[in-house]
């Protein structure tokens, strides 16, 4: 793949992503955290890789979010998704969901959003993702036991590149290679060479060892499983606390895993455990079995009268015999008596063999003599004996392991994608859930048919084509923002729908902005292919979102002659845009202003383009305008202890009363006197 063509990606981060094992797959998966693993690569950058692969894929422009304000309720609605995502993996992939222009990427989200909304994020669902991670490749292990030997300087290099968990020596003959198996309980051996080669030890000739380093290293997949076992069992547990179908056998992967401990080693085999118990306690058993021996002839040489004869004091004295002889004489039987003990102690307390025992007589054995001790070299047998079966076991079982593990790996990589995936669809049925959300419908689309007729989008041009000439727009019913400053359950439903251009008017604190934001909202979670937070929701899709939120206070002349140039760019733009713009008037004078927002919507009604300028100036901008400028307005419906009622839907081509006229009324209604009602009449 050419991962400069990919939109934001240059020659350095194509060179990084090469790096990674599998940058397609991860790209075409938008898998965030694998990007993330490419040398140099962040967060941030990671998800605008994935987005922009995907842009790539949908032949879609992107640029929905074309201010500030646009991007920042972007924002919001990923911080909503995301917060109720459980794992990192998938708070990362819902960071690939972009709002998009291309209606088959819309599409192609909203067919997996059909699919999050038929889930159930339960606690125990929930509890068991927590412990779900993409899965780790071991690194760094080495195996000690087995060692890889060739004559060939080339095979060396290839060996070590190949294998790198064991040593690979150079050998020059045979007796090399026996120096080595003396070292290594196996030793594996590179060259053809040496086929039929009469060694001592485990000296196993495999000149293709290399091209299947998992047989000559069953450890690799032991590590792999050892090392993600916590993750496994919890996609195990995900899966069974989902509907999602298991591609293993679950038991049986939960068995396998009980056979290995997270380092690595095989755990539950008695005569595993048995060898291992025997080498690490051989020399504590042998110091106890001399103890008990020698015990046993204190004893025994305590209790006895030893006579001495003359003759035999003599020569004890006179030639300087030893002790020994005599004790062989008198002692004889005791002795063979304590020796047996400790025979017998060492081979219970080891719980040896027959053939072991019998290597573990010659430990004590000999002439006799007090105290009694070991010979070294018969405990070093043992020692080698106990040691290279316990290895011989220990490979035999991994490799066993190894074997029922090999059929499990890629299924068991799939289980726990499965499960993180699993996140990333239960965020989204937690945030439709939580927010009472809807799928929302295209109109003036075309791509929703074509995508029902055959399954793909043929050539991504989907502007408008069944209804070219319709004005762009949105119909919202029952819309409830997530981002207001109230909990949700108090949010009061709102109705709203425009086509073209139009004015919101209304009185101070009757829920303008937050119905722009409602608007901005549902446009760009409708564009990211989510459901959004409302009964139902028509609207075009929309080429570009210009929010523009109220300035603070007045510009100066610089900021003024910029913002004036950013409508300057606006109204000269493409179609298909939806202009949001809240209290414009702030930036400068109001009589000014009337007239700067009666010529910006002149303009922007020349083109095929939605707008909502909220203002308190409705009724100045219509008289400065040369076009008939609709107005809705968001009605007080009265006042409540001295606080406005409004009901916080627009009424469509209606200009509200503002906050003081409101004021004014009221106060000409209750006090005396004319001063009130010629204010009034200004109105
Ligand atoms: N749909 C709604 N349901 C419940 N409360 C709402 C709703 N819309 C707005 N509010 C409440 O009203 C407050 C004021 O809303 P908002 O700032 O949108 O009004 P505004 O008309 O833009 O005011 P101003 O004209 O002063 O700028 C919000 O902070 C929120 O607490």
Redesign the pocket.
């Known amino acids: 793949m050419a991962f400069e063509s990919i939109p934001g990606v240059g020659e350095k981060t194509a060179d990084a992503l090469a790096e990674l094992d599998d940058p397609e797959t991860a790209l075409q998966q938008g898998d965030v955290l694998t990007l993330m693993d490419a040398p140099g690569i962040s967060e941030g950058r990671a998800a605008a890789i994935a987005r922009g692969a995907i842009r790539q894929r949908h032949d879609d422009p992107g640029g929905l979010l074309a201010t500030d304000q646009a991007r920042e309720l972007y924002d919001s609605v990923l911080e909503l998704l995301q917060e109720r995502a459980v794992t990192t993996y998938a708070k990362k992939r819902l960071e690939t969901l972009y709002p998009a222009t291309q209606g088959s990427r819309i599409e192609e989200v909203r067919a997996t959003v059909d699919n999050a909304l038929t889930r159930e994020p339960t606690p125990e669902l929930r509890a068991a993702l927590a412990d779900v991670a993409p899965l780790d490749t071991p690194s760094g292990l080495r195996v000690r036991e087995r060692c890889l030997a060739t004559t060939d300087a080339e095979r060396y290099a290839a060996a070590r590149e190949a294998i790198p968990e064991l040593s690979a020596e150079v050998v020059d003959d045979g007796h090399d290679i026996e120096e080595l198996a003396r070292s290594y309980s196996t030793v594996i051996v590179l060259d053809e060479a040496f086929a039929g080669g009469d060694f001592s030890g485990d000296v196993r000739v495999q000149p293709d060892a290399l091209e299947s380093p998992e047989d000559v290293v069953p450890e690799r997949l032991l590590a792999f499983f050892a090392e993600n076992r916590e993750t496994l069992l919890a996609a195990v547990r995900v899966h069974e606390a989902s509907e999602l179908e298991p591609p293993l056998d679950c038991d049986a992967l939960t068995e396998s895993l009980s056979r290995v401990d997270e380092d690595g080693t095989i755990v539950g085999d008695e005569e595993l455990e048995r060898l291992a118990t025997a080498v690490d306690d051989l020399d504590a058993a042998v110091g106890t079995a001399e103890s008990v021996a020698n015990d046993h002839l204190r004893a025994a040489i305590k209790e006895r009268d030893v006579t001495i004869e003359g003759q035999d004091f003599l020569s004890l004295v006179e030639q300087g015999a030893r002790v020994d002889s005599l004790l062989a004489r008198e002692l004889d039987d005791a002795f063979d008596a304590a020796l047996q003990k400790a025979h017998d102690h060492l081979t219970e307390s080891l719980a040896l063999t027959d053939h072991e025992a019998e290597l573990a007589e010659h430990i004590f054995g000999g002439e006799p003599t007090f105290p009694v001790s070991r010979r070294d070299d018969a405990v070093s047998r043992l020692n080698t004996e106990l040691t290279s079966a316990r290895d011989r076991r220990s490979t035999k079982l991994k490799a066993d392991l190894a074997d029922d593990l090999a059929a499990l790996k890629t299924p068991a990589e799939e289980l726990v994608r499965n499960a993180l995936e699993l996140d990333v669809e239960l965020a989204i049925a937690a945030f439709a859930r939580d927010f009472d959300c809807t799928m929302p419908e295209f109109v003036g689309d075309a791509v929703d048919e074509d995508v029902a007729d055959d399954g793909a989008d043929d050539d991504g041009d989907t502007d408008s084509s069944e209804d070219a000439a319709s004005t762009p727009g949105f119909v919202i019913e029952g819309g409830?923002?997530p981002i207001?400053?109230?909990d949700f359950e108090?949010?009061?439903?709102?109705d709203y729908s425009v086509e073209g251009v139009t004015l919101l008017s209304?009185?101070?604190?009757?829920?303008?902005?937050?119905?722009?934001?409602?608007v901005g909202l549902i446009v760009i979670a409708a564009q990211m292919g989510l459901p959004v937070p409302a009964e139902a929701v028509q609207l075009s899709r929309f080429s570009e979102l210009h929010y523009y939120a109220?300035s603070q206070g007045t510009l100066d002349a610089g900021a003024f002659e910029s913002t004036l140039q950013d409508f300057g760019d606006l109204v000269a733009g493409a179609d298909g845009r939806l202009v949001l713009v809240?209290?414009l008037e702030s930036i400068t004078e109001p009589g000014a202003s009337a007239k700067l927002i009666a010529g910006i919507l002149e303009a922007l009604d020349r083109q095929e383009t939605a707008a909502v300028f909220?203002s308190?100036l409705a009724r100045e901008i219509r008289e400065a305008a040369a076009i008939d400028v609709a107005v809705d307005g968001?009605e007080a419906v009265g006042l409540v202890d001295g606080e406005l009622e409004?009901n916080?839907s627009p009424v469509k081509e209606h200009l509200a009363r503002s906050?003081p006229e409101l004021i004014v009324e009221k106060l000409a209604a209750d006090e005396d006197g004319d001063f009130y009602d010629s204010l009034l009449a200004k109105f």
Do not use: C
């Open positions: 409830r923002s207001l400053d109230v108090a949010v009061e439903p709102v209304g009185v101070n604190s009757g829920g303008k902005t937050s119905l722009l934001d409602l109220k809240d209290e909220v308190h968001i409004v916080r906050t």
